[in-house]
C-alpha cells in the first residue's frame, strides 16, 4: 500500500493535513525499513486516523496507542495556553470506534489483539503503571500539553532503539506552547544527543519536530 492509498482510508479519522500525513509515513517507513524488531507507539490517538496510517506504513509491527479516549485530563496549565487546552478537549470520541476501524475483530475490552495492537485507555504515564513497555522504533506524540509531551520524552526515550525517532506533531503550533516548551527543555539537557530537527513538506514546516536515537 502507498501513502496515497492510506491516506485516503485514514484521512476522515484525523485532524492531520496531507503534508503532515506523508512526513508521518515517511518517517516511520524509514525508521523500520529493514528492521524486523522493536514496536511502534503513539501518545494521542484521537479518532485513530494516524494510528491506522501507522498500521498500514508498518503492518508487521506491533503498535502501542495511549490516550484517555474521554478528551484532556484535568492538571496544570501553567505552561499552557489554558483557554485553548480545556478539559475534555478531543472527547468526542468512542474507543469502540478507534477499536472498529483498527481492528474489527478486536472484543470491547480487550487489550491486546491479535494481529498486534495494544490499547492503553486511561491517563499517561499512569496506563503505564502494569504494563511492561518494548523497545520500541518509532514513537508518534500528538498530545498538546505540555505536562503529557514532558513524561513522553522521559518515559519514551529510554526505550526507544538506537536509530529510532520520536516526531512530535505538536511543536510548531500557537496554541501548542506547552508541548515546543517541553520539547526544548527535553532537548537542551543534552543538545548533541537529543539533536531536534524541524519537519518539512520538501518546500515548507510542518510545525512537526523529530529526534533520531544515535
Same mark, same amino acid.
Given at each position: ?10 484521512? *476522515? ?71 485553548? @487546552? ?20 478486536? *472484543? ?25 513497555? *518494548? ?22 526515550? *529510554? ?48 510545525? @512537526? ?6
Amino acid at each position: 500500500m502507498d501513502f496515497l492509498e492510506a491516506w485516503r482510508e485514514a484521512e *476522515p479519522y484525523t485532524m492531520l493535513g496531507a503534508e503532515r500525513g506523508r512526513v508521518l509515513w515517511d518517517t516511520v517507513t524509514e525508521v523500520t525499513a529493514g528492521c524486523f524488531y522493536g514496536a511502534i507507539a503513539e501518545l494521542g490517538v484521537y479518532r485513530g486516523g494516524t494510528a491506522l496510517l501507522l498500521r498500514r506504513a508498518a503492518p508487521g509491527y506491533h503498535l502501542h496507542l495511549f490516550d484517555t479516549f474521554t478528551g484532556h485530563p484535568d492538571g496544570s496549565r501553567a505552561h499552557d495556553i489554558a483557554a485553548s @487546552q480545556p478539559r475534555g478537549r478531543f472527547g468526542d470520541v468512542a474507543l469502540s470506534r478507534v477499536i472498529e476501524l483498527l481492528e474489527p475483530t478486536l *472484543p470491547i475490552g480487550m487489550g491486546v489483539g491479535r494481529s498486534g495492537l495494544t490499547i492503553h485507555a486511561g491517563i499517561f504515564p499512569d496506563t503505564l503503571r502494569h504494563a511492561a513497555l *518494548p523497545m520500541l522504533r518509532f514513537v508518534h506524540v500528538d498530545c498538546d500539553l505540555y505536562d503529557s509531551v514532558a513524561a513522553a520524552c522521559r518515559i519514551f526515550w *529510554p526505550a526507544l532503539e538506537h536509530g529510532g525517532v520520536l516526531l512530535f506533531d505538536d511543536y510548531g503550533f500557537p496554541d501548542c506552547v506547552g508541548a515546543k516548551r517541553a520539547v526544548d527543555e527535553w532537548a537542551a539537557i543534552d543538545p548533541e544527543l537529543r539533536e531536534l530537527h524541524l519537519a518539512t513538506d520538501g518546500h515548507t514546516l510542518t510545525g @512537526q519536530a523529530w529526534v533520531r536515537k544515535p
